[in-house]
């Protein structure tokens, strides 16, 4: 599974300016970097299918220089640019003004802006106003331009990082480009992904400017990025001969009187990712709510605290999952601490099970995934007062290492974190997903594939995308505002298909 790191701007900034003063030529690395972002840029034009018709906004550092030099290239492919700048060429970086020069040369158009009123934005918006080492808040003709870009709901395409947010805190002071697309240049920032950065910097696309990796090794990282580009992870393999216990047996605990669309939720999830057999056990009140269940849930009654007939299918099982819908009853709580001090099956604890577990395990599992969103996180932690995003995944991450469990920490974007490993930031996925039901579906998927032999990381990673794809195909059918639960396992077995189709397996 090949990832990316993410690291603080200043730290990207700090390695940046040592190789060059090591002998990298900075002009290459501003060639060599435009050169990408042109490429990206073109291809979400063409994929949108818009006019090829682009203004640029131009500040005075060297993301403004990248602009120009696109800018130039587009020029050269029949495009339609303008330029817009914030301030004179004698104000601007080296780089800047050398290539602002050759964009006129080229027959590109420049204004300088002294007022926003002058601003006129056409076709696709290139943000090149403020770079990675801006802190603090875009106030004045600043703040008035990224609002105004905001306003036009023109598609922008920021470079690097959208202008106005803190790539080291993600923190937003003022004004701040709402980017479709983030152009990032070697390594993203920590700020995409804490905070309110990941509500501005859209999808994430990497252009390598160049650099010699080996200074890339020597960047202090705060986790590590997951892409559409670089999943590779294979699902398991499907044998011709297996039988449907071979194939993955899931057990769940789920579901109470009244809540019983969790428990079915989790369960066609895990049939729809691949187990072979779901077994869900369940109060005897839920008799009459589960009785219309799909037909191929098997069900089976736990009846007071005679708890015989699950540990006798413990036996055969690959995998547990435990919580969701199940209330906070003290007969629950019973139930779970029990099981887990005498069960040792990869488990998965989610929703009502997480607080309980945290406050009350003395025993556990060795291979547990625990998947709990923020909220669910803070109550696992004792946190009384809201903390910063970093604090808070560095206190997640202690979590981990005490407990010597994977966490799922979800949201936008998700989080993988397991000891001894850096958090594996998985920002995909639609806004439609935050919805009931869809922590349900993720737990499912997570069974599935621990029933079917992966190592619990692995199948967190794993399952956390195939979710998120699921999501975004929901979305695409039905919109983000009419997305629910239930559409996403629909959409499982396109996603499955596709991954399959890109390995050389018997499926």
């Known amino acids: 599974m090949s990832v990316i790191k993410i690291t603080a701007a200043k730290e990207m900034a700090r390695v940046e300016k040592l190789s060059i003063e090591e002998g990298a030529c900075d002009e290459q690395y501003m060639l060599d970097a435009a050169a990408g972002i042109e490429r990206s840029l ?31 290239s587009l020029l050269k492919k029949g495009f339609s640019v303008l330029a817009f700048c914030v301030c004179s060429a004698k ?71 959208p202008s106005g947010l803190d790539g080291n805190t993600g923190i937003t002071g003022g004004p701040v480009i709402h980017a479709k697309e983030t152009i990032y240049l070697g390594l993203p920032k920590v700020g995409f992904f804490i905070e309110d950065g990941f509500n501005h910097v859209g999808k994430l696309k990497r252009v390598d400017f160049g650099m010699d990796p080996k200074y890339y090794e020597m960047m202090k990282s705060f986790g590590e990025l997951l892409t559409d580009e670089d999943f590779k992870e294979k699902l398991p393999e499907i044998k011709r001969s297996q039988h449907k216990y071979e194939a993955g047996y899931v057990l769940a605990i789920a579901g109470s009187k009244n809540m019983p669309g969790a428990a079915l939720l989790c369960t066609l999830s895990a049939l729809r990712s691949g187990a072979g057999i779901v077994r869900l056990f369940h109060r005897k009140e839920m008799h009459e709510e589960l009785a219309s269940s799909f037909e191929e849930l098997i069900k089976t009654e736990l009846t007071g605290t005679d708890y015989e007939p699950f540990y006798k299918e413990v ?31 990869p488990t998965i604890l989610d929703a009502d099970a997480l607080e309980i577990f945290a406050t009350k395990a003395k025993k556990y599992p060795k291979n547990l995934v625990l998947t709990p969103h923020r909220g669910e996180m803070a109550k696992c932690l004792g946190l009384k007062e809201k903390c910063s995003d970093e604090e808070f995944l560095a206190k997640a991450q202690a979590f981990a290492e005490d407990k010597n469990a994977v966490i799922i920490l979800k949201g936008a974007p998700s989080f993988v974190i397991k000891k001894g490993e850096l958090p594996t930031a998985i920002p995909m996925g639609d806004p439609g997903m935050a919805t009931a039901g869809s922590g349900d579906v993720l737990s499912g998927v ?35 505002y009419s997305l629910i639960a239930s559409d996403l396992i629909e959409m499982l077995p396109g996603v499955y298909k596709e991954l399959s189709c890109n390995k050389n397996s018997s499926l």
């Not at 291809?43 to 800018?71: H, P, R």
């Not at 199940?326 to 139930?335: A, D, V």
């Open 446 to 480: 997570v069974a599935a594939l621990l029933a079917m032999g992966l190592e619990p990381r692995k199948a967190a990673i794993t399952a956390v995308y195939i979710h998120a794809k699921a999501g975004e195909l929901a979305a695409d059918q039905k919109g983000s």
């Open 42 to 72: 073109v291809d979400f034009i063409s994929k949108q299918k818009l006019e090829k018709q682009v203004t640029l906004l131009v500040g005075k550092g060297n993301n403004g220089g990248d602009a120009y030099v696109v800018g130039v």
């Open 315 to 345: 036996k055969r099982a690959k995998s547990l999952l435990i919580g969701p819908g199940c209330g906070k009853s003290e007969e629950f709580e019973h139930l779970l601490i029990d099981v887990l001090s005498k069960v040792d099956l």
């Open 91 to 161: 104000e601007c970086s080296r780089l800047n003004q050398k290539h602002r020069e050759n964009f006129l040369q080229a027959g590109g158009k420049i204004t300088e802006l002294t007022s926003s009123e002058n601003l006129k934005l056409e076709g696709v918006i290139l943000d090149g106003l403020l770079g990675t080492g801006f802190q603090g808040k875009a106030e004045g003709l600043l703040g008035e331009i990224i609002t105004r870009a905001n306003e036009s709901k023109l598609p922008i395409v920021a470079i690097d990082i």
